[in-house]
T-cell receptor, first 115, second 112 residues
């Protein structure tokens, strides 16, 4: 049973370009969380999605950032017009349910570097 | 706002010594989870606590959830070099949101 998959693992973008980060949840999981982690800091919640629905995006900047989880295919976190401050590790996690009884399984992360 | 504080930020111990990290919330939590992240790795789920006063053990690790469900602790007995990493707590608040708020983490270094 494959775990949570994220790609790319490393992404380099110049300022002003777009970054697309993909997350395929574990088989059977329909709930996806996205987190951002700066070096030597904790994980900051960005967005929680179910298939075709954004449930909670309270942690996501209102501009330049968007997320989706289509019926078919991976969840995508999109960052438009990247700036140096967007450089971070972005982790997605999936769970079986959105209720409070299921643990989150994290992917290996995408390390975004903005030059 | 809803915050989860974690102390200490760093801890260096000699191999064989015990280690404890503490997690405190400003408001009551619905449940709390603990994760371990190795350097360069991703968070890995360790345990979940749901009930007030709950205590769970995993070999050398003991997890506690406070009576008021506002604090939690992770204690490691007789640390080993394999325990190196950052330990995070993650709390879900009773206000009905689905998101988890992660603590700032405690980075553990074990000296052989």
């Amino acid at each position: 049973n494959a775990g949570v998959m994220q790609n790319p693992r490393h992404l380099v973008r110049r300022r002003g370009q777009e970054a697309r980060l993909r997350c395929s949840p574990m088989k059977g999981h329909s709930h996806v969380y996205w987190y951002r982690q700066l070096p030597e800091e904790g994980l900051k919640f960005m967005v929680y999605l179910q298939k075709e629905n954004i449930i909670d995006e309270s942690g996501m900047p209102k501009e330049r950032f968007s997320a989706e989880f289509p019926k078919e295919g991976p969840s995508i976190l999109r960052i438009q017009q990247v700036v140096r401050g967007d450089s971070a590790a972005y982790f997605c996690a999936s769970s079986k349910s959105g209720t409070d009884t299921y643990e989150q399984y994290f992917g290996p992360g995408t390390r975004l570097t903005v030059t | 706002g809803q915050q989860v504080m974690q102390i200490p930020q760093y801890q260096h111990v000699q191999e064989g010594e015990d280690f404890t990290t503490y997690c405190n919330s400003s408001t009551t939590l619905s449940n709390i989870q603990w994760y371990k992240q190795r350097p360069g790795g991703h968070p890995v789920f360790l345990i979940q606590l749901v009930k007030s006063g709950e205590v769970k053990k995993q070999k050398r690790l003991t997890f506690q959830f406070g009576e008021a469900k506002k604090n939690s602790s992770l204690h490691i007995t007789a640390t080993q070099t394999t325990d190196v990493g950052t330990y995070f707590c993650a709390g879900r608040f009773t206000s009905g949101t689905y998101k988890y708020i992660f603590g700032t983490g405690t980075r553990l270094k074990v000296l052989a």
